[in-house]
């Protein structure tokens, strides 16, 4: 009878053990530090641009999260879904200043795919490109700018490739070149007009 019992025994505790998920997860570690986005945010928790005419346009910190998501592929109801991965992403996102709006006009994020791979992407809201447009870290073209006695050292350089003015209601919807630093964000970007936005230095 003890035989039996602690047979009985092993086998409750092999059923009632808390399955092993072997999916995998592509985490943030210290290896990606050097592009997770810390923004030069002013006193206010906000950034600025000015152009050449003396213009300036502010976007207010709203969002900064690092968050694990899941890609799961599957049908539309969700009702048979497959994980393939989990993965890290962060997400910085700003409201205007200047225009009232009912989405964030500026989101930045940054998602680890791989155990050694990262994609970033943006959204603006006077951007005349793709509604998001996206990047390797791996595989951009990197380039450094001095703006404002700052000097950027790991600079992606975007171009819609379009140079017309888009219809945007009251927005002009005319940016067609943005310049986003790997560890500092957005620092400057440029329009149809020949205008050119640069970060305004906060410390």
């Given amino acids: ?23 995998p997860y592509y985490q943030f570690n210290s290896d990606d530090d050097p592009v997770l986005f810390e923004i030069p945010l002013d006193s206010d928790g906000a950034i600025k641009f000015k152009n050449q005419d003396e213009a300036v346009l502010t976007y207010t910190l709203v ?26 992403k962060q997400t910085i996102e700003f409201d205007s200043n200047d225009y009232a709006l009912f989405y964030p006009a ?20 006077k951007w005349n490109g ?8 791996d595989d951009v073209s990197i380039s450094s700018m001095t703006i404002d006695g700052v000097f950027y050292e790991k600079v992606v350089m975007i171009d ?3 140079d017309l003015e888009m219809s945007g209601g ?23 007009s020949n ?7 906060t410390r």
């Fill in 63 to 88: 969002t900064n999260k690092v968050e694990k998501l899941d890609h799961s592929i599957g049908s539309f109801w969700g009702s048979s879904t497959t994980t393939l991965n989990y993965y890290d």
């Fill in 160 to 162: 819609s490739e379009n």
């Fill in 130 to 137: 793709e509604f998001w447009e996206f990047y390797s870290i």
């Fill in 195 to 201: 205008s050119q936005w640069r970060l305004v230095k």
């Fill in 106 to 125: 500026l989101s930045l994020e940054l998602r680890k795919i791989s155990d050694d791979s990262l994609k970033g992407g943006f959204n603006f809201h």
């Fill in 170 to 192: 009251e927005i002009p919807v005319n940016v067609n070149k943005v310049f986003i630093d790997l560890k500092k964000g957005l620092i400057g970007f440029d329009d149809v």
């Fill in 1 to 23: 009878m003890r035989t039996i019992s602690l047979l009985v025994l092993t086998l409750i505790f092999s059923c009632t053990k808390e399955p092993v998920d072997r999916v």
